[in-house]
């Protein structure tokens, strides 16, 4: 079930990309991919009536979920973050340069070179 | 050991943060000292990384094809940090994590942390194609890079559910014969958008024209050739060749369209760059007619792709007009042109000759066609630059001139590329060995799962 | 007497020899080149037929040897002869050329061994290499010349590229079938192959590298625009010498395989692949001359007259008997004496004046009458009258046409020959006879070593003209060698089946002629030397006699009759922005999108994948 | 031996050719109803002009006639009189009609260096005229050569044993005689030297001797011309028959030309190249395919 | 029009992947890959079995956080490369954002603001480290921790105009990073194998236990936190 929820969020953002004009509404469509990827991977981890992965009082034996892609996920949040970042300050200095974020606008300005 | 490798590099750059204009100075230093222990490692050796062995842990591996590969691409590197002229104020660093990240693709043996490397070689990357006043090619290769890169995560994850585990070798050895096609289409967009296939590369010319000389020259040279043995390492050693006839139509469409498209560029980097996707596609369609000579002849016309790419990109970036004051450069823009078109005294007619020769022997007669009709269009267009290059008339703007040891690299390779064009075998002997290591699957999965 | 190897070798080093010494002093420079290029020519006068060498080994097990056959001993005799020549005329031309010398004479070094590779070499492969190095020699040569020269050399390269890599795939694709290059092994395997249309496929696509060089009908677009602008010394070599290589490559593909043998006869013992060829050839004529009388560029004038010249060898070549076969190879020796004769004379012409434009000039016979000579004897030779060299290649073909019976290449031929005394003689009325413009009365006669080439060409002709037997001696070896009837000469008579004369009593009695003529113009009073502008002008009075030289639109009434003729360089420059628009589609398309553009793009090759894989 | 016969040609060309120019010239003013000069008149001309001292216009006025007369007098050498054969073996047809080009070129050297622009304009046209006329004639001589199988004159004319190649194929006669015309300058294709518009073309500067030296290589040109078109058409002839056709030959040319007016230069080639070309090759069809009389 | 093909298209998309649900087992009865099972029962090397919270004692491993013992142990390379993409994106934003002088907003951030930051920043702090501290423990590890302190640093540097980090936390980083490498080329030293745990584990569960795991997660949590305050300064800067 979870997985056509991943699936779905996957299309809406590749949707929001093919749709949207304004290039900060890129940068959030691409989170939106990297999450939906992340939400999928957590999902294929999940087995039916089991605990998080950690030794502790209360679940003191092994009964426990996949820890593998947890882990993946881990990783792959923080990659996601370093893009977003990187990806922010890009557009700062796109906009300072050609004042718009507006895709059309910068084509047209980038032709007049 | 062959942690060092990647480790040295990294060291230096974590070191040098709070003051990155000095990291200019270490920079050769560092190079020296990698190629020194890559020199001191024997070619076969596995190291679990955390002392876990194979496909629970991470693995690197050490085999000949590997070995080579980390010779080329350390050499591109200590050539590029002998040139300071080109690296831009504080990019030092952002080279040294490159190099870490390039060292580390080629070692590793785990599908994950191939992701992880390509993502730290793609973010060193954004930063380079941002160099000068080029935000906007720069978002755009970082959105493009975004995108691939999580569905290479799909990838990734699919291998996991199919076999279980996350190395290479057991990845080859026990997926489950499903999931291989989609693991392979998935991982195919991975690389794909970084090995400059025809439609999913469209970040490389506006990346190439970013005005300054480093991020060509890097993102020409070392990281293609690392992708292209990336490429190579996933395709043939972890699929056994099964996605190649695939990449052998994109390949077929990527060289007759980069070409084309090279022929209306009016600026020299984006007409060199769009001959570097074509030639990018030369070698994957090469490589994809499958077999041991094919892989070998592929490799080789990468080798020499790569070092007429070196010499073009650095005068094409710094001097733009004519070589009427500095005459070295113009002598190896020539060579290097030359090679690339495929002139008889010069490396680039022997790759070519040999890849036109295995095609024949394998009856693919579609290949070698497109190879000649590309290469007239290359001819067209280099020559034109060649020629506007060395008899323009208009010396109005600066006179710029190339410092002393940009020169002297340059005529190393021009020099270097004219050798191979008489004497093929030293370029021959790496691809083999490249060849080789990634053809025999069976040494590689016995070497790092120890006849589990 | 070095090998060949070591010759090759030694030009290789001598074009960075001759760098140096150029960039120190011109004129050292340049005798250096004509010593070495001299020292080829008597290497190679002199060499034994068959005399085998090993040179380098490419592809496994096909080694590559380099061989002395009489064909290629015959061409590359007649190129040495025309480059040593103009060697020696560069030693002065290169005083007054500014740009590149020393580029100049070590690329044409370069060039020289890249030509004795192709003449010399045993088979498919070796002969692309030097093929290759003889055209980037050239390739970087041409651009030295005018501003459109550079143009000139990019179209030169690429119609020679697709030339040589439809021979190339040919190569590969007989390697790949019999897994040998060399020649007489090749020659063998093509006889007893079933196949024809393979080998129709490979005797076409190795005829290509020659169509494209030698300028005949698809690849002629590139010698107007390269002869007229390459420097002007080079273009002698260009069109005497290089045009040759792609005779000698259709040589070899017409009779080193032997296509009478390979393919059944289809018209009067004539293959139907010779007779396209010949056909070809037939085109190319009527295109080199029809576009050469309209042209006003003297040089352009001349490039159209080698497109012509080009496609007779080729028809002298394809007819393929005896009496064809020797028109054809004893026309490569003519065209290629006469086009450099006459490229030379222009040289110096503009050595002087300064302009190729023929209505920019007139007179000029007053003020440099050697050049004129040689220029006279240049198209004498070329339009093929009797007593050159000229006639009888000329004579030659006819006779074989007339013996196959073939009557409209006949027409066409003929058409060819009359055409040349057109357009050979509009230079002549307009650059060097009619009124001396005033700007160039003080133009001097171009220093003696200029000189002396030309009038060594002219006697040469004539002396072959009176006497062909060395070169007919060498034609009739290597009939013998390739296995057609040798035709049979004796001194100075040429027999036919059709009928034969005597080159020596032709010439004894024209000099008997005009030595009559001589004599009643001495009988009778002679007449008073008049100045130039002292004319019949009707009763007008003229100021400026400049205006009074008949030189612009010359055959401006012939012209009008097919002023609307199809131009093939329009038709390739449109193909060419073709690809160029497809280029800027995919460029706009794929390149230059927008990030939802890259997207789009992923997503598709996704789709087509899923779909093309389940 | 052959220096009498080479004599014997040259004066026959000079006597015979002046005097039928002569006739020509009577058959002319006759046919305009008027009496027309007594027939040696050409004589008086040539020898009158000879004597007189014109102008030179520098030496390659001078070598330029020269040589034109030397090429036309070589050519005549070479052309069979019926059975009087100069060089037996050697008279090959192209050697002729190309020695010719060389009397051609000559004059037209020697014309354009006077610098007049009207010369330059009449050589133009001579030349223009002559790639008209030139190709349809080589093609049905072309024709004729490839029945016979031999291509010396002498051979041509011996080979009709029968019948008159003219009847066997006449489609070939009727080409070559056309071209015959054109080749003379005769009226209807005289544009090269069209008296009214370019001021009688090449001969425009020619005075005295070069005019008288002009005249000669004009007979002797027409003499080649016929001779060769008689040999080869008109059938096995001694001598005197040779002479006799000559002379029907030429009268019949003078009759046409005196009653056609002048051909426009683009008219001289499009009419060439599209009736005598394409009879041409419809005789050589015939030829190729066996349908001779 | 362009909305309708991209409907098209996402929705190709969306059939291309639920295509490829047949191979997946079903949701929530996934079977653990076997190289989970050993990461679970920390028998990699064979010698682990059945662990028990409190009790089983010098495991290979020995943190009690499964997900941290696989992030910082058993594939502790690829966190060193994860280490490395912030590394490169910091540095990145530092590049791209060269700014000099810290970027006024020119309204006076109000009251409540101001004083809350003074009690609430101490707790944020806090809360950070004791999440990076325990990080083989409890579920979270060194990138949370990092990014809860660097969330304070924004609270500082919302809170009032003037704050403007000095270049502490480029050393911070540089510091904790080349730390993180030298324990592991400790291990390389000692047993001959990059990142390898040298030191005891100790008991599952408690403070001081599965050897170099906390440490290397302490170090991580300093990076990361310097790190995101660096990215964090840098977008508050300009000229």
């Not at chain 3, 030693?91 to 690329?107: H, L, Y």
């Amino acid at each position: 079930m979870v997985y056509y929820i991943a699936f779905i969020l996957i299309g809406v953002g590749i949707y929001g990309f093919l749709t949207q004009k304004n290039l900060f509404k890129h940068l959030v469509s691409l989170t939106i991919v990297d999450t939906a990827v992340n939400i999928f991977i957590i999902s294929l981890g999940y087995i039916e009536g089991k605990e998080a992965p950690i030794y502790s009082k209360y679940t003191p034996i092994a009964n426990f979920v996949d820890p593998l892609p947890q882990a993946l996920v881990l990783t792959a949040i923080v990659i996601g973050v370093g893009t977003l970042a990187l990806g922010a300050s890009l557009l700062i200095k796109v906009y300072e340069k050609y004042g718009t974020l507006d895709v059309e606008q910068i084509a047209t300005k980038e032709a007049e070179e | 050991m062959s942690a060092l490798l990647i480790i040295i590099p990294l060291l230096a750059g974590f070191l040098f943060i709070p003051f990155k204009e000095k990291a200019k100075y270490i920079l050769p230093l560092v190079v020296i000292t990698t190629l020194i222990i890559l020199l001191l490692l024997s070619p076969d050796q596995t190291n679990a990384m955390g002392g876990w062995k194979a496909p629970f842990g991470i693995v690197l591996v050490l085999d000949s094809a590997s070995y080579y590969s980390l010779l080329v691409v350390n050499i591109v590197f200590l050539l590029i940090s002998l040139m300071p002229q080109i690296v831009e104020k504080g990019y030092s660093v952002v080279l040294l994590i490159l190099l870490a990240s390039t060292n580390g693709l080629v070692l590793t043996g785990d599908i994950f942390n191939s992701f992880v490397f390509l993502e730290i070689t793609a973010v060193a990357a954004y930063i380079i194609a941002f160099s000068r006043k080029n935000p906007y090619g720069a978002f755009k290769y970082l959105i493009l890079g975004g995108i691939s890169g999580a569905f290479y995560l799909l990838g990734a994850i699919y291998a996991y559910i199919g076999t279980g585990s996350l190395n290479f070798a057991d990845i080859s050895v026990n997926i489950k014969e499903g999931f291989l096609p989609i693991v392979a289409l998935l991982i195919f967009i991975g690389i794909g958008v970084e090995s400059k296939i025809f439609p999913l590369a469209g970040w490389v010319p506006d990346v190439y024209d970013s005005g300054s000389p480093l991020t060509p020259v890097i993102l020409g040279t070392g990281v293609t050739f690392t992708i292209m043995y990336l490429f190579g390492r996933i395709f043939i050693t972890v699929f056994h060749g099964y996605f190649l006839d695939v990449v052998f139509i994109f390949g077929l469409l990527t060289i007759v369209l980069g070409e084309l498209a090279a022929l209306r560029q009016n600026k020299l980097i984006k007409a060199l760059a769009f001959s570097s996707i074509a030639q990018a596609g030369l070698v994957l369609s090469t490589i994809s007619l499958g077999g041991y000579e094919a892989i070998k002849f592929g490799y080789f016309h990468l080798l020499n792709d790569i070092s007429a790419k070196l010499v073009l990109f650095i005068i094409a970036a710094t001097i733009a007009h004519n070589f009427t004051e500095n005459k070295i450069a113009g002598v190896s823009f020539s060579i290097a042109s030359f090679s690339l078109i495929g002139f008889p005294l010069f490396a680039g007619f022997r790759s070519k000759l040999l890849i036109l020769q295995l095609a024949f022997s394998k009856d693919n007669y579609l290949l070698p066609a497109v190879v000649l009709f590309a290469t007239v269009i290359e001819a067209a267009y280099i020559l034109k630059w060649n020629i506007k290059l060395w008899h323009s008339t208009n010396t109005g703007e600066e006179k710029q001139k190339i410092s002393w040891n940009v020169n002297l690299i340059l005529l190393i390779v021009a020099l270097l590329i004219i050798f191979i064009g008489i004497f093929p075998d030293l370029y021959l002997k790496m691809a083999q060995n490249i060849a080789d290591g990634l053809t025999n699957y069976r040494a590689y999965v016995t070497n790092v799962l120890g006849g589990m | 007497m070095i090998s060949l190897t070591n010759l090759i070798l030694v030009f290789l080093i001598g074009s960075i020899v001759s760098y140096l010494l150029t960039k120190a002093n011109k004129i050292l420079g340049s005798i250096f080149n004509f010593l070495l290029i001299s020292y080829a020519l008597y290497v190679v006068w002199n060499i034994k037929v068959g005399h085998e060498e090993v040179l380098f080994r490419i592809l496994r097990d096909v080694e590559r040897t380099l061989k002395v056959t009489n064909l290629g001993k015959y061409f590359a005799i007649v190129s040495l002869i025309v480059i040593s020549f103009v060697a020696f005329f560069i030693i002065e031309w290169i005083r007054k050329k500014d740009i590149k010398p020393a580029a100049f004479n070590s690329f044409l070094l370069l060039m020289v061994s890249g030509i004795l590779g192709v003449f010399f070499s045993n088979d498919l492969l070796t002969l692309y290499i030097f093929w290759e190095i003889a055209v980037l020699g050239s390739f970087l040569i041409v651009p030295m010349g005018k501003k459109e020269s550079k143009r000139a050399a990019i179209i030169y390269v690429v119609t020679s590229a697709i030339g040589s890599y439809m021979y190339l795939f040919a190569t590969f694709s007989i390697y790949q079938r019999y897994g040998i290059l060399s020649f007489e092994q090749v020659s063998q395997y093509l006889a007893n192959d079933s196949s024809n249309l393979f080998k129709w496929f490979v005797i076409l696509f190795i005829a290509s590298a020659g169509i494209a060089k030698s300028g005949i009908f698809p690849l002629h677009t590139w010698l107007r625009i390269t002869h007229g602008n390459a420097p002007d010394a080079f273009s002698a070599v260009l069109s005497g010498q290089l045009v040759k290589m792609g005779s000698y490559v259709l040589a070899i593909a017409l009779s080193v395989f032997p296509t009478t043998q390979l393919f059944s006869s289809f018209y009067h013992g004539v293959p139907l692949l010779n007779y396209v060829l010949i056909w070809l050839g037939n085109i190319s004529i009527l295109i080199g001359t029809f576009m050469a009388i309209r042209q006003n560029d003297m040089k352009q004038l001349i490039a159209f007259s080698s497109i012509a010249n080009g496609g007779y060898i080729l028809v002298g070549l394809g007819i393929m008997n005896s009496i064809g076969y020797a028109g054809g190879l004893f026309h490569v020796f003519n065209h290629a004496i006469a086009a450099a004769m006459i490229f030379l004379s222009f040289a110096a012409v503009v050595y002087r004046t300064g302009t190729t434009k023929i209505d920019e000039m007139g007179g000029l016979i007053w003020r440099m009458p050697w050049t004129f000579v040689t220029y006279l004897v240049g198209i004498i030779s070329l339009a093929g009258i009797p007593p050159t060299s000229g006639f009888i290649s000329k004579w030659m073909i006819f006779s074989s046409l007339v013996s196959k019976g073939m009557f409209i290449t006949l027409a066409i031929t003929f058409i060819g020959s009359v055409g040349s005394f057109l357009y050979v003689f509009r230079p002549l009325a307009g650059v060097f006879l009619g009124q001396l413009k005033r700007k160039h009365s003080d133009v001097k006669e171009v220093p003696i070593i200029m000189l002396v080439p030309m009038l060594l060409f002219v006697i040469l002709t004539i002396l072959i003209g009176v006497y062909p037997k060395p070169v007919l001696d060498s034609i009739v070896s290597i009939e013998n060698e390739v296995g057609i009837k040798a035709i049979e000469h004796s001194g100075t008579i040429i027999k036919t089946p059709l009928g034969q004369w005597n080159t020596l009593t032709v010439f004894t009695m024209f000099s008997v002629g005009f030595i009559i003529a001589a004599i009643l113009y001495m009988i009778f009073p002679k007449g008073k030397k008049v100045d130039l502008t002292d004319q019949y002008t009707g009763g007008e009075y003229l100021y400026n006699y400049d205006l009074y030289h008949y030189a612009t639109g010359f055959y401006r009434f012939i012209e009008r009759l097919y002023d609307k003729h199809p131009s093939f360089e329009k038709l390739y420059e449109k193909l060419v922005s073709f690809f160029r628009y497809i280029g800027y589609f995919t460029y706009k398309l794929v390149y230059k999108t927008s990030p939802s553009g890259y997207v789009f793009w992923i997503t598709i090759v996704i789709l087509i994948l899923f779909w093309v894989r389940w | 031996m052959t220096v009498l016969r080479v004599i014997a040609v040259l004066l026959t060309g000079f006597f015979v050719g002046l005097t039928l120019e002569g006739i020509a010239r009577k058959i002319m003013a006759r046919v305009q109803r008027r009496y027309g000069p007594p027939w040696y008149q050409n004589f008086i001309d040539v020898f009158k002009a000879l004597s007189k001292r014109g102008i030179s216009h520098g030496w390659i006025f001078d070598f330029g006639i020269l040589m034109a007369l030397g090429g036309v007098i070589a050519t005549l050498a070479f052309v069979p009189l019926g059975d009087l054969v100069a060089f037996p073996g050697l008279d090959n047809i192209f050697i002729i009609v190309y020695l010719f080009a060389v009397g051609a070129l000559g004059m037209a050297m020697g014309m354009v260096g006077s610098g007049n622009p009207n010369a330059s304009i009449g050589v133009a046209r001579a030349l223009t005229q002559m790639l008209g006329y030139e190709v349809p004639y080589l093609v049905a001589i072309a024709g004729v050569l490839y029945y016979y199988k031999t291509s010396s004159v002498s051979g041509l004319m011996m080979a009709q044993q029968d019948t008159w190649t003219l009847f066997k194929m006449p489609i070939g006669g009727i080409v070559a005689f056309i071209s015959l015309l054109g080749m003379l300058g005769k009226k209807p294709f005289d544009t090269p030297i069209a008296p009214a518009e370019i001021a009688s073309g090449p001969m425009v500067e020619l005075s005295a001797k070069y005019m008288g030296l002009l005249m000669l290589m004009h007979t002797f040109s027409i003499f080649v011309e016929i001779s060769l078109f008689v040999d080869i058409f008109l059938g096995i002839s001694n001598y005197l028959t040779f002479l006799l056709k000559f002379t029907v030959v030429w009268i019949i040319a003078t009759l046409i030309s005196a009653v056609l007016p002048r051909f426009r230069i683009e008219q001289v080639v499009k009419f060439y190249w599209k009736v005598p070309l394409s009879l041409a090759f419809v005789q050589v069809l015939f030829v190729l395919l066996g349908w001779v009389f | 029009m362009r909305r309708f093909i991209s409907i098209v298209i996402v929705f190709g998309l969306i059939m291309f992947f639920i295509n490829t649900l047949s191979l997946l087992p079903k949701y929530g009865s996934v079977n653990i890959s076997k190289v989970s099972e050993a990461y679970i029962d920390k028998n990699v090397n064979g010698n682990g079995g059945n662990v028990k919270y409190n009790e089983s004692e010098s495991l290979e491993n020995g943190a009690a956080n499964v997900v941290t013992s696989i992030v910082v142990d058993y594939r502790s390379f690829d966190t060193l490369g994860e280490v490395t993409v912030l590394f490169t994106a910091a540095l990145g934003v530092s590049l791209v954002l060269n700014g000099i002088r810290r970027k006024k907003y020119g309204r006076r951030p109000n009251f409540i603001l101001r004083v809350s930051v003074g009690i609430l920043l101490p707790l944020i702090i806090l809360f950070g480290t004791y999440i990076f501290i325990h990080g083989h423990l409890t579920p979270g590890g060194g990138f949370p921790g990092g990014t809860i302190i660097a969330a304070g640093i924004l609270l500082l540097y919302l809170s009032n105009e003037e704050f403007d980090l000095s270049k502490t936390p480029k050393f911070v980083e540089g510091i904790s990073g080349s730390l993180y490498i030298v324990t592991g080329l400790v291990g390389l030293a000692i047993a001959g194998v990059f990142l390898i745990n040298f030191l005891p584990t100790g008991i599952v569960g408690d403070l001081f236990s599965a050897g170099i795991v906390p440490i290397v997660y302490i170090l991580i949590g300093f990076k990361v936190g310097a790190e995101l305050s660096g990215i964090v300064a840098d977008l508050h800067r300009e000229g």
